[in-house]
């Protein structure tokens, strides 16, 4: 077996073929798995699993496509899922536990084991070099995604894709995914992909505000705009995750992480930091006329949403869920 550290961050990845586990048989290998001390990524590649853990899914999947992607015949194109992964397009839920290749149509090739193959053709997919192989470009992925998906999903992983805010920008524009959308023969899933595109934003800082903004407007509510912007009498600058301008309504919604991550203040006592937070709140409260507070995950269950944004005074086109 050999060790690997892989290229984003500082996980090892620890290969059959180093000398670290030669003297590791088969027996004790499978035990080390089972006991979850060790967890298999890909074929012959284990990564301890405390620090597996500590990665995010998106950083998880990458690294199984660098393992798979190791014992795949020189040329192959990476895309869908595996290339958004590659390309830190974040996508709404759990990631798969395949790696997504796209194939001729009459490659023969079947899903199987760690690949999923995508037999929609080569021709008009924009691609570029990945190491020996090829992968999709960002448009292409964002494309390919916006087809296959659910439509929440589609919207987030091209949002993603558009976001404004990243470091170095936008990985694409609407025109340039609009562009490839045109392209070619029409294929399966054009027109949900045009709906997603059509409806996509680039200021969603990640997969839950794009989340939010699907699931009010399923829910009735009226149209809100992103991360509002607004300096207070105070002076304070603060930004809205959604503001709906017809009602002057404000909305937050917070992870719970926000009040744990040394990114909001590694020196500061925890409870200073939700009293902060509180005065702004009041703050923002004392100059709209609606405020609703969500945390992430009621944005999985959209009666407990319906009913905070109703019971916050924010009114909706259709009846309770």
């Known amino acids: 077996m050999e060790a690997t550290r892989t290229a984003r961050h500082d996980t090892i990845v620890v290969s059959r073929r180093s000398e670290q586990l030669d003297a590791v048989d088969d027996k004790r290998l499978r035990r080390l798995v089972a006991t979850k001390i060790w967890t298999r990524v890909a074929p012959g590649a284990y990564v301890l699993t405390d620090e597996w853990r500590r990665l995010r899914p ?37 990631w798969p536990q395949t790696v997504d290749v796209t194939i001729e149509r009459a490659g023969g090739g079947r899903s199987g084991g760690w690949v999923r193959r995508h037999a929609v053709g080569l021709e008009h997919v924009e691609r570029m070099p990945f190491g020996c192989h090829e992968i999709t470009t960002t448009a292409q992925t964002a494309v390919d995604l916006a087809r296959s998906l659910p439509f929440l999903r589609a919207s987030s992983a091209v949002d993603q894709a558009l976001w404004t805010g990243r470091e170095g920008g936008s990985l694409t524009t609407k025109e340039e995914l609009f562009a490839l959308l045109d392209s070619g023969a029409p294929r399966r899933g054009d027109v949900r992909a045009r709906r997603v595109i059509e409806g996509a934003e680039t200021l969603a800082a990640n997969v839950r505000e794009t989340q939010a903004r699907v699931l009010i407007g399923q829910l009735g509510f009226p149209s809100s705009r992103p991360q509002e912007r607004r300096v207070l009498r105070t002076g304070r600058l603060v930004f809205g995750d959604r503001y709906f301008p017809e009602h002057d309504h404000w909305l937050e919604i917070d992870g719970r992480g926000k009040y744990r991550s040394p990114e909001f203040g590694p020196d500061r006592d925890p409870a200073a930091i939700v009293i902060d937070e509180k005065n702004r709140e ?40």
């Open 58 to 94: 998106i950083e998880q999947h990458r690294i199984r496509v660098n393992e798979v992607a190791r014992r795949l015949a020189p040329g192959t194109v990476v895309s869908h899922a595996a290339a958004a992964a590659q390309l830190d397009i974040d996508v709404l839920g759990s």
């Open 282 to 321: 009041n703050e923002i409260r004392r100059e709209v006329r609606g405020f609703s507070r969500l945390e992430a995950t009621d944005l999985d269950h959209p009666l407990r949403v319906y009913d905070i944004l109703t019971g916050d005074g924010l009114p909706s086109s259709k009846p309770r869920p």
